[in-house]
């Protein structure tokens, strides 16, 4: 094994690799490699091909939006204003990041997918359920269940998913990132708000029903 290498620095190395790229499949095994200072044959001593590093890279990717999303929002005095930070981080994470949007929502991974990957996916999006439910709670008034908070996140990640994949296409309607971003969030903030009083009042029921079972 290389001196001094473990999966670490590989999966930051692979990162950092794939931060800007249009394609992800342009970062190889030989480049990795190239980058750590060894012979690509040595990631073999971790990794049993390129796509496992991908699917650890995935991981933590996941990690770092968590944190990403979660540092100190609870500090801003404003709660209107948190879950605004909240989407803000989210759209900065995937424009700053587009090669890690392209892994993480886009490429399609072969190999197995692993259980801990499962976990922490989940984890994830507990994590962000639970921040929300907190907020809307303290600004709407709205004490929803745990299922339908992540019901809303789900709708409006979706909605933010296809405004990034069309802006990182070059195909948007709006081609200035600023005016993009502020565009995008105004409209994050309309789909909760108006969710979560359907929600409240028992409007969204059939809908919720189909997503929840």
């Not at 269940?145 to 809303?152: G, L, S």
Request: a negative charge.
């Amino acid at each position: 094994m290389a001196k001094g290498l473990d999966r670490e620095q590989i999966l930051n190395v692979t990162l950092d690799l794939l931060k800007d790229q249009e394609n992800i499949r342009n970062v190889n095994l030989r480049e990795i490699a190239r980058c750590l200072g060894c012979a690509h044959t040595n990631l073999y001593n971790y990794y049993s091909d390129l796509d496992q590093i991908f699917w650890a890279a995935l991981d933590l990717v996941l990690q770092r939006l968590e944190t990403c999303l979660t540092a100190n929002l609870n500090q801003q005095p404003d709660k209107k204003d948190r879950i605004k930070t909240f989407y803000s981080r989210f759209i900065d994470f995937y424009l700053e990041n587009p090669g890690w949007f392209r892994l993480t929502w886009l490429e399609k991974l072969e190999g197995q997918r692993s259980q801990e990957n499962i976990n922490l996916t989940n984890q994830t999006v507990a994590v962000f359920t639970g921040t929300l439910a907190d907020l809307y709670k303290d600004v709407y008034g709205a004490d929803l269940p745990r299922e339908q908070v992540k019901y809303i996140l789900h709708t409006v990640h979706c909605y933010l998913h296809g405004e990034i994949s069309i802006f990182l296409s070059g195909r948007g309607l709006i081609k200035d990132a600023a005016a993009f971003k502020q565009h995008v969030i105004n409209e994050c903030l309309n789909l909760n708000s108006l969710m979560v009083a359907s929600l409240k009042q028992g409007q969204h029921a059939s809908l919720d029903r189909a997503f929840f079972d």
